[in-house]
């Protein structure tokens, strides 16, 4: 009896500490809704890194619930090719506590083929992701001779 209990106990735990994937309706931002929302998208050099792309904004709105941002890369084809979890961390020194931004850098040529998602469980909108294409935003420089 008392190993049965605590494979059920062990059971319990493992459902509960197990991170699961919940649905989310995920839609694209352009500039201006982006803009009305307090999101904005910068980019500086960032060395041998190529440009550095960052977004900024306040956890207001449907973002008071903000929960990750991801990179999203793809292919010339438009096929996914990757995408990795970003960190909020401050991008400019002096950034204002309130600010969350969440960057990455890459090689000008690769910069058309990128995009942020930020998702908000839980917000006002329900559980919502939004794709920010680079290349809708940032005036990057043309490829090609």
């Known amino acids: 009896m008392k190993t049965r209990c605590a494979v059920w106990s062990l059971l319990g735990f493992l ?3 197990l ?4 649905m989310i309706s995920v839609g694209n931002l352009n500039k201006e809704e982006a803009r009305d929302l307090g999101i904005v998208m910068k980019q500086r050099p960032n060395g041998d890194a190529g440009i550095k792309v960052w977004l900024e904004f306040k956890k207001v709105g449907f973002l008071e619930h903000f929960t990750y941002a991801e990179l999203r890369v793809k292919d010339a084809q438009g096929k996914h090719r990757l995408s990795a979890r970003l960190q909020p961390n401050p991008v400019v020194h002096g950034q ?3 600010l969350v931004s969440v960057a990455f850098s890459a090689v ?3 910069l058309p083929h990128c995009a942020f998602m930020i ?3 839980g917000s006002s909108r329900g559980d919502v992701g939004y794709v920010l294409e680079v290349k809708d935003f940032l ?3 043309r490829a090609g001779p």
């Open 15 to 17: 459902a509960t500490a």
């Open 96 to 98: 204002d506590n309130d």
């Open 19 to 22: 991170p699961c994937s919940a």
């Open 139 to 141: 005036n990057l420089p």
């Open 108 to 110: 000008p040529a690769e």
């Open 119 to 121: 998702v908000a469980y």
